[in-house]
């Protein structure tokens, strides 16, 4: 049985769904705002419920999920 990997978003993904850029989640990051988690290559990797809570968190406007649309 193959597990599917529950972290399928990156940071261009989380950059859109907030409307900000990367140098601004790098900050947010760097100020301890989120500790995102990392893959073997050391992106940072977010699983759909993690993006949720990101967006709840930091964005104004709040979660604009229909952009993950099927």
């Given at each position: 049985m193959i597990l599917e990997?529950?972290?399928k978003y990156k940071t261009p993904d989380l950059?859109?769904?907030?409307?900000v850029t990367r140098m601004t989640l790098y900050t947010w990051e760097q100020?301890?705002?989120f500790s995102p988690p990392r893959n073997t290559a050391g992106d940072r990797v977010f699983t759909q419920k993690q993006m949720t809570e990101i967006a709840?968190?930091?964005s104004p406007m709040?979660?604009?999920?229909w952009i993950f649309k099927s």
């Open positions: 990997n529950p972290y950059c859109k769904l907030l409307g100020k301890g705002m709840y968190a930091f709040g979660p604009r999920m």
